[in-house]
């Protein structure tokens, strides 16, 4: 962040949200507790999803809604699924009885806390049932019974099979981010787990997605009863608080040009994307050689580390955050002013996707995008996804700073000894003893050896494992021919006729 920020690109930012509607959450019937839980949470009016949706859903109906991340989707079923867990009267038999899946770790760890607060003066118990996190801790807690599970596909699948996870008591599904989760490759999973589910009838089913594709569409007629769809347009939330800017430039100076880009802007709080997870690990360590307090999250990183990077992130102490699209639905952090595309992506929706991250709730934001000769490429679908053309901005040649980082030194995977390796070695120093080596046996069959292709005999060899291990055969002594005496005659006696 420079000292001297530039007036003209400066970002002013909302107080308070711009785009909420004049419905409050007290208009409809909601349970006291509900309310307390909102008013927690500062939530007072609805969002244009909260609007439409919560009248339909407070029903008991099937909704299917459309709607881009950080519209205030999340409290609008989660405030459904509590106010009709709270209509059973006491009715429990210890079984779950609402279930919210989401694609990401984070984006369930994010619907988790939120559910928290709303649930805060209620007596609903939740559980998350995510992969990287205590097995045994997850197990034991649905074992001891919970009201509301908020999970990914692949634990609670596991879960199910050991019979660990009873599904017959389900009377609320929520699906959020269901394109992302089809993206990322749950689609059997989904299908899996949703045929084990009570029948659509006899339970109320939410889905929520950004886009509602065909395969979205497919789970809505299978698996959902009669839903109604109810679309808000991602223009009116999403990207008019947004200003986009796109720079063309070479692979080669994009760290340059990252590096003044970040003197140049008055930011905040700054969310970096690339494409790859080793770009990931490349870009984090040249903006930490040059100075910028960064750090890289990608999918196979730890769980642990992921929460804590996040709860960094999200409390202010990491203020550079380069991350994959693995990550882009489930990063739900206030004020970020900047969200920069450090490769545009191969997908045009995963461009909204990433931008959503900035401008949340009615603030602005700036989304810049560096387009080089590799992901050029991309940016026609992007723009007919948006119907428009980005603005372009070039940088002048004072924008671009050295970089000033070592190399990366990639690093060396060693060789994981076992346990079991360790010990028995042990043992045998202990007594003294020594492994005998394995002695080389010559193969029986070589290929080819039926046309004389084979490898050549070593008889030397051969012969002294013969006498080794086999006895010499004795050998077989020829008849002695008898001396035939009728031709050794001496002819000279013998009268010339």
Known sequence: MSEEPQTSIQVQRALKPEFLTHTKFEDFNLPAEVLSGLNDAGFTYCTPIQAQTLPVLLTGRDVAGQAQTGTGKTAAFLVTVITRLLSRNGESNGLPSAIIIAPTRELSRQIYEEARILTRHTDLSLTQIVGGVDYVKQADNLRHGTDIIIC????????????????????????????????????????????RLPPYEQRQSMLFSATLSYRVMELTYEYMNLPEFIAVTPETITVDGIEQELYHVGSD????????????????????????????????????????????????????????????????????LVATDVASRGI???????????????????????????????????ALSLACERYV??????????????????????????DQSKPLIPRRKSRMKTTTGRRVRGIREKRGTTRRPRQKQRPSHFPGAFFGFGPEPNTSAENETSKKTKPSPRKKSSPRRKKDTSKSKDVRNEPWN
Do not use: C
């Open 152 to 195: 990914t596909p692949g634990r609670i699948i596991d879960y199910y099979k050991q019979g660990i996870f009873k599904a017959e008591g389900i009377k609320a599904l929520v699906i959020d981010e269901a394109d992302r989760l089809l993206d990322l490759g749950f689609s059997k999973d989904m299908r899996y787990l949703l045929r």
């Open 253 to 320: 100076q994009k760290v340059s040009l990252l590096l003044g880009l970040l003197e140049r802007e008055d930011w905040v709080r700054a969310l970096i994307f690339v494409n790859t997870k080793v770009g990931v690990e490349r870009l984090t360590h040249r903006l930490k050689g040059n100075g910028w307090p960064a750090e890289g999250i990608t999918g196979d990183l730890p769980q642990r580390k992921r929460f804590r990077l996040m709860e960094q992130f999200k409390k202010g102490e990491l203020k550079i």
């Open 332 to 366: 739900h952090v206030e004020d970020i002013s900047h969200v920069i595309n450090y490769d545009l992506p191969q997908d045009s929706e995963n461009y909204v996707h990433r931008i959503g991250r900035t401008a949340r709730a009615g603030k602005s934001g700036r």
């Open 377 to 402: 490429f991309h940016l026609e679908s992007i723009e007919e996804w948006l119907g428009y053309k980005i603005p372009v901005v070039w940088p002048e040649d004072d924008w671009h700073v050295e």
